[in-house]
């Protein structure tokens, strides 16, 4: 995917997830991002070619300039776009099978952690992300 927009690729119905993103909407100034549930026939195919079974996702992605990030390295990616979050990038420093080990272990407890919804929740028309 090359665009002037940076696409997140994300779990629709995970609460974490569905607040991740609306976390980000809210600091994205720029209006760079763009938000895509998996789980919809626009995000079932891109989860596909990256490995991410869009029924039972085990992570989400972002892409960007061409690139697909998956798991701890789409969340430090994504980090460092946002004004006043660059500094997370201090974290690329752990090597990427202890962040991803961390990533995996939270991605795993998601739903009994943070909650599931019955359907997902998309960004309105205008960008702003629903409460």
């Excluded at 026939?41 to 989400?60: K, N, T």
């Excluded at 994504?78 to 991605?107: G, H, K, N, S």
Aim: glycine residues 6%.
């Amino acid at each position: 995917m090359n665009s002037p927009h940076g696409l997140i690729l994300f779990d629709g119905v995970c609460v974490l997830c569905s607040r991740g993103c609306r976390f980000v909407s809210k600091r994205d100034r720029r209006g760079y991002f763009r938000f895509v549930p998996i789980q919809l026939a626009e995000g079932r195919p891109l989860a596909q070619q990256l490995g991410i079974d869009p029924d039972h996702p085990d992570s989400f992605a972002f892409l960007a300039n061409g690139q697909a990030y998956v798991k701890s390295e789409a969340v430090l990616r994504i980090a460092r776009e946002l004004p006043r979050w660059q500094w997370t990038w201090v974290f690329q420093f752990i090597p990427r099978v202890i962040r991803d080990a961390i990533y995996d272990l939270v991605a795993r407890n998601r739903y009994r952690w943070f909650g599931r919804r019955d359907a997902c929740i998309l960004p309105n028309s205008d960008r702003s992300w629903p409460s």
